[in-house]
């Protein structure tokens, strides 16, 4: 059992930057990807980010270059780090923890990009 936690949604203008937070608890040890993905409503909802266990990362073409994603290990965080935003970024973002045997997503984290 893996549970998620997100934070670091807002409202931001185009250009700025955002760091979303995705913290993992309970049985971490059997993670082997992490993941963000993000959904606007009415939307599909759209992978974004990947990272391995092993740090390997891979991106969504259109954010690739704006976003990266990281990882702390001695807080067991996950990171995604957006800059340069743009108004289609807006959606609320989710977290997902891989396991073998399950899939574990937050809660979502709204990311507003508006002037």
């Known amino acids: 059992q893996v549970q998620v936690v997100e934070s670091g949604g807002g409202l931001v203008q185009p250009g700025g930057s955002l760091r979303l937070d995705c913290a993992a608890s309970?049985?971490?040890?059997?993670?082997?990807?992490m993941a963000w993905y993000r959904q606007a409503p009415g939307n599909e909802r759209e992978w974004v980010a990947g990272?391995?266990?092993?740090?390997?990362?891979n991106y969504l073409d259109s954010v690739k270059g704006r976003f990266t994603i990281s990882r702390d290990n001695a807080q067991n965080t996950v990171y995604l780090q957006m800059n340069g935003l743009k108004p289609e970024d807006t959606a609320v973002y989710y977290c997902?923890?891989?396991?073998?045997?399950?899939?574990?997503w937050g809660q979502g984290t709204q990311v507003t990009v508006s002037s």
């Open positions: 309970g049985s971490i040890l059997s993670i082997y990807n």
């Open positions: 990272l391995t266990r092993t740090n390997s990362t």
């Open positions: 997902v923890a891989y396991t073998p045997t399950a899939q574990y």
